[in-house]
């Protein structure tokens, strides 16, 4: 079940859903069962989500300006 460990689910939806485990959480109503299981999607879900973060980051690309005064795209982190 692909969709309830975030693999499925954009970056923005896994922090919806996180809310709303924390949110069940901190209520103190559910079952010992029902909140392990809650937290272990919430555990699946900030896992995900910090991979999608870690993924963006690398993405990220820093301009500079070349040589000949052109912006130059180089990867992020990378210094002349």
Not at 5 to 28: A, K, M
Not at 71 to 80: A, D, I, Q, R, S
């Amino acid at each position: 079940m692909s969709e309830s460990n975030g693999e499925s689910r954009t970056f923005e939806e896994n922090i919806v859903r996180l809310e709303e485990i924390v949110s069940q959480l901190e209520r103190g109503t559910a079952k010992l069962a029902d909140s392990l299981a809650l937290f272990e999607e919430g555990t699946r879900l900030a896992a995900a989500c910090s991979a999608m973060l870690d993924e963006a980051e690398q993405k990220v690309v820093k301009l500079q300006k070349g040589p000949d005064g052109a912006p130059v795209e180089l990867p992020f982190g990378m210094e002349e």
